[in-house]
């Protein structure tokens, strides 16, 4: 099974900064067939059900912001919101589909500094 | 629009059962896999079982494994989830979420319903 770790857990970012959300995966999540890395990031606000950001690790999902991007390949890989809204506060996921059980990070809790 | 609705949740016994639907609309129902993925109480996600878009495939994680059975109906649009042996560590909100692409284990969920909160408690 491929276990996924974020890092950090929590994250403070003051309004208007930089943010940025690591994940690893025990395994690579690229295909080797289509070179496609199996990996997507959602954003979770409280008392609401995770939200599709990005997947095929740098595809942006139909109307995300563009201050969110996606990067990494192979077995890193990072979320980064280029100047954070007060909106953007939220827990990230990392989840990885290259195989069953499918499985996410542990989360990464997004709040303002 | 694309919508998935759940039901069926509650407060159970620890050891008894229980049956979750998840009600889709707005899409092609047969077309997709359909999932479960659970999030205990201030915890993070855990995938619980998925079925293929016929229903001929399907995988259970290791903790539900043997207790718990996905199925669906594709005339009736619903998919369920069948819970037995409960335990207080099933204590979760259950989402019902599809699979992009009408693939079976090698696409990311585009679509989450709401959830049921199940409760496992004497």
């Known amino acids: 099974d491929i276990v996924m770790t974020q890092s950090p857990d929590s994250l403070a970012v003051s309004l208007g900064e930089r943010a940025t959300i690591n994940c690893k995966s025990s395994?690579?999540?690229?295909?080797?067939?289509?070179?496609?890395?199996?990996l997507a990031w959602y954003q979770q606000k409280p008392g609401q059900p995770p939200n599709l950001l990005v997947y095929?690790?740098?595809a942006r999902e139909s109307g995300v912001p563009n201050r969110f991007s996606g990067s990494g390949s192979g077995t890193d890989f990072t979320l980064t919101i280029s100047s954070l809204q007060a909106e953007d506060v939220a827990v990230y996921y990392c989840?990885?589909?290259?195989?069953?059980?499918?499985?996410f990070g542990q989360g990464t809790r997004l709040e303002i500094k | 629009q694309v919508q998935l609705v759940e039901s069926g949740g509650g407060v159970v016994q620890p050891g008894r059962s229980l049956r979750l639907s998840c009600a889709a609309s707005?899409?092609?129902?047969?077309?997709?896999?359909i999932h479960w993925v659970r999030q205990a109480p201030g915890q993070g996600l855990e995938w619980v079982a998925g079925?293929?878009?016929?229903?001929?495939?399907?995988d259970h994680a290791d903790s539900v494994e043997g207790r718990f059975s996905i199925s669906r109906d594709n005339s009736r649009n619903t998919l369920y989830l069948q819970m037995s042996s409960l335990r207080a560590e099933d204590t979760a909100m259950y989402y019902c979420v599809r699979e992009n692409e009408g693939g079976f284990g090698e696409y990311y969920f585009d679509y989450w319903g709401q959830g049921t909160l199940v409760t496992v408690s004497s």
């Open positions: 395994q690579s999540v690229l295909h080797r067939s289509n070179k496609m890395n199996y």
């Open positions: 079925v293929s878009y016929d229903g001929s495939n399907k």
């Open positions: 707005g899409f092609t129902f047969s077309h997709y896999a």
């Open positions: 989840h990885q589909y290259y195989s069953l059980p499918y499985s």
């Open positions: 095929w690790a740098s």
